[in-house]
């Protein structure tokens, strides 16, 4: 069974994203702020998903994931027209930066990418 942890604080994607792991036996994890998900990531997921509009710092919590580990695949969603906060994002240790639209359409196989 993949492991996945999130750092999500809005309600709709906690549920899209359990409902999704749930269909696909993936197992997921939701923290609401950094020190939720960094005490999750003791677990050592193989994915990790940051909504970038969280309210609680989502680039401090990605820097503070690539810290504890440089190899883990993070993936960070975000509004299409907020370019800048993309860059930050890959900046501070997100492998990929998807618009919260394709993230929505492709969850399925990001969660499945982790059970390999």
Known sequence: MGKVVAMVDDLFFQMKLAETAKQLGV????????????ALMES????????????????????????ASEEIRVVGFL???????????????????????????????ILSASKD
């Open 27 to 38: 197992e997921v994890r939701v923290a609401a702020n950094g020190d939720a998900l960094m």
């Open 44 to 67: 050592r997921p193989a994915l990790v998903i940051v909504d970038l509009n969280a309210r609680s710092q989502p680039l401090q919590a990605i820097e503070r994931v690539r810290r």
């Open 79 to 109: 509004s299409h027209v907020q370019t800048e906060l993309a860059a930050q994002a890959q900046a501070a240790g997100c492998n990929e930066v998807l618009p919260r639209s394709s993230f929505t359409q492709n969850l399925a196989a």
